[in-house]
């Protein structure tokens, strides 16, 4: 009965990928929408619901878009690295399925890298960027041109090679 | 004390589905028939008991009893009855409650309705019912349970999730648990047939009406899921391909298949070991879609409960109950031989079909669904799995299952000759042409060829299957009047009929939906008018309204349509007090042929309002033809075979 055991086989091989994405977290996938302008949202800010976050905004420098949660533990893990990059890069973030009390919070204790956060409390914003996994990290170009996405915590090595280096290339 | 005895029945429960998974199992071994015999009286004390534990859950929500820890997180005194009753499954922990309540209720219905079944298989199937209750059971009592204490108790509660304050979403979770759940009657069919080493040759017709009934719930609680998001989540859209509702989808798309595997089965006494393992493919998926769902494995749309020891607990009891069902199958199933031949142009071929593109469907969206994780696993060049990766692989797959749905209809079993499909369809294909060409055209000013496409196949697939019911209606017609062979015509003919035709007018309405919607995003001041889509919207501005639990600002849009006046409509967004979170409550005014659809954005700075606008044709055709779909199962069901058989054994 090969295809008994055939059946068998792929089954493990299933229940063996879904036990290791348990125990992972963040990984690295490249979007559909690099090299298209950011899709156009409007949100609240997560600082005050009668103000807003619009995507028409990213234009102009260089950018990154981040998306974030005080529920996520990986995203305490780039959470420095982003207060550094904040005194040289605009730095915007899409609060992602979360509270706007606890978020607040979090920037509150951690520190606030954004110039803005949107608050995205159901995840709409999320569905239009193809958010899966956060956090996530935008490059944006001075025309609101989506030039790399990371997926998971930013790290030193990443910022260098492909952030830094794409502003540089992009820059005359 | 009343949730403590919740609790206690829980626990009473677990130990019951215990003994029910094992007694009985181990009487067939022993050949012990009293032990095989107790599986009734375990299941049904396991019923009442978990019932018992249900209702002091609702009690407890219904007396705001804020010591409970659930109702806590999920309830306030300012909730109307109705969400405080169905709050009961707004949560990880009552939703598995719920789960198991379903089970016990599909237990309970096997245990009525199979008295006339051979013993040693009753008890086996039992068995393995008990054993799906217990690991639920076990579950909940490990790690998610609803009777958990709060101590000490909360003053107020945290209110039910304001998506959750709908009515479609009232009966979407019961319906899709009915669903899912009844797969698991078919899954323990399936293994008491391995477990004996043999397929009773009438195994497919005891099986038969319970994956139909599954699968009509199930189709039930997809449209309903759909319908919801489409009037709650406010931005016009009806399918996300978000990871849970693939969850979903993926056990009805082998339900499906099921369903028209079984009927080989019975009729033809072949696909034998085919149908088994999709039986236990659609349960399998069943709980594959609980694990997505429960593990927060995948990030989704439906925010729940994230926490690894969950995820560990399920993945280990899917591997526990899907590993042993495949291994078992893998072990037994040469043993159960086809005899049914059939040439190559006939009934099955078509049915034949039908499954494997059913099953690549199925497939591609399990691939799509489990993508993020395959990407980690294998360090995979990546590529974005969205929407357009669905509707690139879907719609192909669908395309030739809705031509197979007419030709089916009116082929006969064993051979069919294709010059005689060609005579039985050629006012279906008239039909198709006429109208597919004409009406895009006529109505929309279009010939883009997916529309022409969706809309012939729609009123082919529709069609089709109505040949088939005439020429059977005229054969009954020649013996007696016209009225009675209506009324007295195959159920599950009829059935089949409405299910398939379900299918057309699903495909008509995706079609024009699509292709024809029109969308605006536009700032409003009072008194702005703006023409669009044949249709003239005035704003007449904004007002604050107070609802039980929430405060809302009102919009006010006049629309018209040639000038007159059709609707007023006040979309909303509202702030529920507790959770203070906004939520978008838009207004919708729906007729056969097209929705009139707002959603209020947010108040501009420099005046005004954010305003989103659509007009959406044929949408409601979706939901119609799920029901449709639906209502063919129920007819199915129906049947008078099944009645007669039953009355017969009586006697």
Known sequence: MIRGWLAVAVFAGLVAMLA?????????????????????????????????????????????????????????????????LSQQLALYGINHRDTRDEARNWLQVYG????????????????????????????????GVIRYKHVGALDEEAYQEQILARIREGRP | ?????????????????????????????????????????????????????????????????????????????????????????????????????????????????????????????????????????AFMLATSNPFDRLIPAAMQGRDLNPLLQDPGLVIHPPMLYM?????????????????????????????????????????????????????????????FWDPVENASFMPWLVGTALIHSLAVTEKRNTFKRWTVLLALLAFSLSLLGTFLVRSGVLVSVHAFANDPARGVYILGFLALVVGGGLILYAMRAHRIESSGHFELLSRETLLLFNNVFLLIATFAILLGTLYPLIVDV?????????PPYFNLVFLPLMLPLLFLAAVGPVSRWKKTRA???????????????????????????STSALVLAGTMLGVWCISGPLVALWRQFSRMRRGTSAGYSLRHLPRHMVGMTCAHAGLGVIALGIAFTTAFSMERELVMNEGDSVAFAEHEFVFRGVQEVDGPNYRAQQGHLSVYRDGEPIVDLRPEKRTYLVQSSPMTEAAI?????????????????????GVRLYVKPFIQWLWGGALLMAFGGLLALSDRRYRYRRKRRRT
């Open chain 1, 20 to 84: 290791f994405g348990l125990t992972r977290d963040p990984s690295r996938v490249s979007s559909p929408l690099i090299g298209l302008p950011v899709p156009a949202f409007q949100a609240e800010r997560l600082a005050s619901a009668d103000e807003h976050f619009d995507s028409t905004a990213l234009r102009g420098e260089w950018s990154l878009l981040n998306v974030w949660a005080s529920w996520c533990t990986t995203c305490l893990e780039e959470h420095e690295l982003l207060m550094r």
């Open chain 1, 112 to 143: 606030n890298p954004y110039r803005a956060s949107a608050f995205d409390e159901y995840g709409e914003v999320g569905i239009e960027l193809g958010v899966y996994k956060v956090p996530e990290t935008f490059l944006l170009d001075p025309d």
């Open chain 2, 1 to 137: 004390m009343i949730p403590e005895l919740g609790h206690f029945a829980l626990v009473l429960a677990c130990v019951l589905a215990g003994l029910q998974a094992f007694l009985p199992g181990w009487g067939t071994q022993r050949g012990n028939p009293t032990w095989m015999r107790s599986a009734s009286s375990l299941a049904l004390g396991q019923g009442l008991l978990v019932l018992l534990a249900y209702l002091a859950l609702t009690w407890a929500f219904i007396e705001h009893d804020f010591s409970v820890r659930y109702v806590a997180n999920n309830s306030n005194t300012e909730l109307p009855l109705a969400y405080r009753i169905s709050g009961v499954w707004g949560g990880h922990e009552g939703s598995l409650l719920l789960w198991s309540l379903v089970l016990s209720g599909w237990t309970v219905a096997v245990v009525a309705l199979s008295r006339r079944l051979p013993m040693l298989f009753r008890a086996r199937v039992l068995a393995v019912l008990g054993f799906v209750s217990l690991g639920f059971l």
């Open chain 2, 179 to 239: 669903g899912y759940v009844g797969f698991a009657v078919a899954f323990a069919f399936a293994i008491a047939a391995l477990w004996g080493g043999q397929l009773h040759a009438a195994w497919a017709r005891w099986t038969r009406p319970w994956v139909t009934a599954a699968w009509m719930f199930l189709t039930l609680g997809i449209g309903l899921g759909s319908w919801w998001a489409y009037h709650e989540l406010g931005w016009g859209g009806w399918w």
């Open chain 2, 378 to 386: 294998l360090g995979l060049p990546s590529m974005s799995v969205g």
């Open chain 2, 419 to 445: 010059r005689e499909l060609l005579r039985r369809l050629q006012v279906p294909l008239v039909l198709a042409l006429a109208i597919g060409t004409a009406v895009p055209w006529a109505a929309f000013g």
């Open chain 2, 589 to 609: 005014y729906s007729t056969v042929w097209r929705d009139v659809y707002a959603a209020l954005g947010v108040a501009q700075p420099g005046g005004g309002w």
